[in-house]
């Protein structure tokens, strides 16, 4: 096996796209996964897995049921299993999350914006 280092910030460069995350790295079960957000995303939740979103690059809100929260650059947040919510920045965001492979960007609710086979970088 050969050990790669990662430059987040050379990953980041290479797409545009919101909301679509990329797989930058794999440990024990769990996704290295960087994004970019910029508007609203959907309420969701993930019955089965924790999330962790690192806010790298601007700011990031998380509306959950009784409150809002803020992420400003070099902060993260876990979002625990069976948790409702909904990521929106207001301008570009870059995100690092970490999670369960199994975990699907729109956790218990399928639509359009779910991506079922996420690009490796």
């Known amino acids: ?14 797409f545009s796209a919101y909301w679509s995350p990329k797989i930058i790295g794999e440990l024990n079960g769990q996704f290295v996964k960087i994004a970019k957000f910029k508007g609203e995303f959907m ?16 700011e990031l809100f998380i509306e959950l049921i ?15 299993k069976g948790t409702d919510h909904k990521p929106y920045a207001p301008e570009e ?9 199994s975990t699907s960007n ?3 609710s399928k639509n ?3 991506i079922k086979d996420l690009d490796r970088i």
């Open 93 to 101: 965001a870059c995100v690092l999350l970490f999670e369960p492979a």
């Open 1 to 14: 096996m050969e050990i790669e280092k990662v430059n987040i910030n050379e990953k980041l460069g290479l």
């Open 43 to 58: 309420m969701h939740k993930h019955p089965g897995e924790d999330e962790l979103f690192y806010v790298i690059e601007g």
């Open 66 to 80: 009784s409150e809002t929260l803020h992420l400003k650059k070099g902060e993260f947040v876990i979002i625990p």
């Open 112 to 114: 359009h914006l779910t």
């Open 106 to 108: 729109t956790g218990d």
